[in-house]
């Protein structure tokens, strides 16, 4: 077997993992903000609340995020897949301009632009930057958040989808999710 088809299929394989997406967002030290999205984001801590999000190593954003220090996480609903597509566009315009066409505020913790109509927002500090691979984990406390109920914009097989979610469990305490001790 040819190194090349065991590396296509490890890729395949962990292209199954299905994943919410969000876009994030932070201002630069001359307070003009940016955006990209991302589907590694994930819960690593409840106590304290800490967050992994993946980036591409040495990214502009992750430097601005390392700089700042602060930031937002917008999780997407499944309406919001131009959104997605948008801030995942490297020819979009930098800067302000890249916010033109996307209804925002701005978050008082974190100065980042908090996208309008997301399914969640989290406002994060930055904790520790990790260089591995090809990729920054950046871990963060989350200082705030709010919640809203709708459907994900989920990232699964390289593809984006509505994520509507039928239970499996009449009833959330029938599921116990047990860590490996």
């Given at each position: 077997?040819?190194?090349?088809?065991?590396?296509?299929?490890?890729?395949?394989?962990?292209?199954?993992?299905?994943?919410?997406?969000?876009?994030?967002?932070?201002?630069?030290?001359?307070?003009?903000?940016?955006?990209?999205?991302?589907?590694?984001?994930?819960?690593?801590?409840?106590?304290?609340?800490?967050?992994?999000?993946?980036?591409?190593?040495?990214?502009?954003?992750?430097?601005?995020?390392?700089?700042?220090?602060?930031f937002t996480v917008?999780?997407?609903?499944?309406?919001?897949?131009?959104?997605?597509?948008?801030?995942?566009?490297?020819?979009?315009?930098a800067g302000t301009?890249?916010?033109?066409?996307?209804?925002?505020?701005?978050?008082?913790?974190?100065?980042?632009?908090?996208?309008?109509?997301?399914?969640?927002?989290?406002?994060?500090?930055?904790?520790?930057?990790?260089?591995?691979?090809?990729?920054?984990?950046?871990?963060?406390?989350?200082?705030?958040?709010?919640?809203?109920?709708?459907?994900?914009?989920?990232?699964?097989?390289?593809?984006?989808?509505?994520?509507?979610?039928?239970?499996?469990?009449?009833?959330?305490?029938?599921?116990?999710?047990?860590?490996?001790?």
């Amino acid at each position: 077997m040819d190194t090349e088809t065991l590396e296509g299929r490890r890729r395949r394989a962990v292209r199954h993992f299905a994943s919410g997406v969000a876009v994030l967002t932070v201002v630069d030290d001359s307070g003009t903000p940016h955006g990209t999205t991302v589907s590694a984001v994930t819960a690593i801590s409840r106590e304290p609340l800490l967050l992994g999000v993946c980036l591409r190593l040495n990214s502009a954003f992750a430097r601005r995020v390392r700089d700042g220090g602060r930031f937002t996480v917008n999780v997407l609903r499944s309406d919001q897949y131009a959104t997605a597509r948008w801030f995942a566009d490297p020819a979009r315009p930098a800067g302000t301009a890249q916010f033109r066409d996307v209804a925002w505020e701005t978050d008082a913790l974190t100065g980042a632009p908090t996208l309008t109509g997301s399914l969640a927002t989290l406002g994060c500090q930055l904790v520790e930057r990790l260089a591995l691979g090809d990729h920054d984990l950046l871990v963060a406390q989350v200082l705030a958040g709010s919640a809203s109920w709708g459907s994900p914009l989920l990232s699964y097989a390289g593809r984006l989808h509505d994520g509507d979610l039928h239970s499996m469990a009449p009833d959330s305490s029938e599921l116990t999710v047990r860590s490996s001790r």
